[in-house]
Every structure is written in C-alpha cells, then in structure tokens.
T-cell receptor, first 112, second 112 residues
Framework: EAGVAQSPRYKIIEKRQSVAFWCNPI?????LYWYQQILGQGPKLLIQ????????DSQLPKDRFSAERLKGVDSTLKIQPAKLEDSAVYLC??????????FGQGTRLTVV | SQQGEEDPQALSIQEGENATMNCSYK?????LQWYRQNSGRGLVHLIL?????REKHSGRLRVTLDTSKKSSSLLITASRAADTASYFC????????????FGKGTLLTVNP
C-alpha cells in the first residue's frame, strides 16, 4: 500500500513570499489533515478535511494560510505572505475508519 | 491547543534498559495512540488503546491507560539504539470527526 506523499521535502523562502505544499493521501482515505510542527513541539492541527469539505480549521491562521482539497483527493496548503514564525515542518496525514492515521514525511519550511 | 502532556521531556538510557514515558490528558477520550518520530521524518504509528482497555502489548511495547487519572504510559523493554526518537501521545476525543490532538513529546536517547 502506497503511503501519504508530500512535496516538496524542503523549502527555503524569504519572508513575505508565498509557498505551497502538496499532499496525496492514501487511496480511499476520506479524512485528510494538515499539521504544523515547530521544532521541539508536538504537531498542531491546522485543518481537517472530510472528502472535500472542511470539518475543522479553528487553528488555521486564515489571514495568511489557505488549504483546499479539490475532488476529495489531493490537497494543497498555501502560505501567503510567509512570516519568520511559519518556519516549521508541515505534516499531512490521512485516515480511514477502522485504521490509524498515516503521516507523510513532511515538508520542512524555513523562512529567512 | 495541546491535549496531551508527555513526561519526561527528555530521557537518556543505555541499550538494554527499559524506557517509560507518560502522557496525561485533560478531556475524555475515545482512544489514545502513541507515535514515534525519528529526526526529520514523519510520524509512525506504534499502538492504539481504546478508552475501555487498560493495557495493550505489541512486541517490546506495553501501553497502559488509566482513564480515572487521565493518563497513559508507554514502556519500551530491552531498548536498542534504533529506538532513539521522539515519542508522542495523541488523543481522539471521539464524535463524528476523527481528530488527533498531540502532546509535546518525549525525546528518548538510547546510548549504545
């Protein structure tokens, strides 16, 4: 079974620039999550999708972060404009009822 | 917001020793899960324990859950250098949305 795919693995941008991350979940998984993990901390949920609908985005900084999951499969997370404090690893995970959540390798973002 | 709090924040042991990590949480849960994260990598699911279970085993892993104290422990027996990683507990509060909330993690170092 193929895992959760994320790209890119690493990204370095200057503050105020924009960046986008891509996630391809495990086939058939209806639930998709984006987490932000700052160095030394646990993952923090940014947004949760059920198919192509948002079920929880309470911790997403909506003035600069946006996410979409067109057709209920792939998802993109965008930051515009980026701030220094956005430097973190962005993790995508997917879940299907009766299984556990599977995580991708993450995208390490450095904002300079 | 972080639901779980792992203790200790860091643990250093010798190969062959046992490692015990604890997790406390604040609200009622449907299940509790433990994940491992190697440096710079994604999260790997280790074990899930449901709220009506008290103990679970998987290989060298033993997890206990005390819902009256809102706490869980992860025991790794006969540790190996390859067990060096960060360990996170994650709670699912139940309901229609499967939402995992992570703690800050315990950094385990197993010295050869």
């Amino acid at each position: 079974e193929a895992g959760v795919a994320q790209s890119p693995r690493y990204k370095i941008i200057e503050k105020r620039q924009s960046v986008a991350f891509w996630c391809n979940p495990i086939s058939g998984h209806a639930t998709l999550y984006w987490y932000q993990q700052i160095l030394g901390q646990g993952p923090k949920l940014l947004i949760q999708f059920q198919n192509n609908g948002v079920v929880d985005d309470s911790q997403l900084p909506k003035d600069r972060f946006s996410a979409e999951r067109l057709k209920g499969v792939d998802s993109t997370l965008k930051i515009q404009p980026a701030k220094l404090e956005d430097s973190a690893v962005y993790l995508c995970a997917s879940y299907a009822l009766g299984t556990e959540a599977f995580f991708g390798q993450g995208t390490r973002l450095t904002v300079v | 917001s972080q639901q779980g709090e792992e203790d200790p924040q860091a643990l250093s042991i010798q190969e062959g020793e046992n490692a015990t990590m604890n997790c406390s949480y604040k609200t009622s849960i449907n299940n509790l899960q433990w994940y491992r994260q190697n440096s710079g990598r994604g999260l790997v699911h280790l074990i899930l324990i449901r709220s009506n279970e008290r103990e679970k085993h998987s290989g060298r892993l033993r997890v206990t859950l005390d819902t009256s104290k809102k706490s869980s422990s992860l025991l790794i027996t006969a540790s190996r250098a390859a067990d060096t990683a960060s360990y996170f507990c994650a709670t699912d509060a139940g309901g229609s949305n499967y939402k995992l909330t992570f703690g800050k993690g315990t950094l385990l170092t197993v010295n050869p």
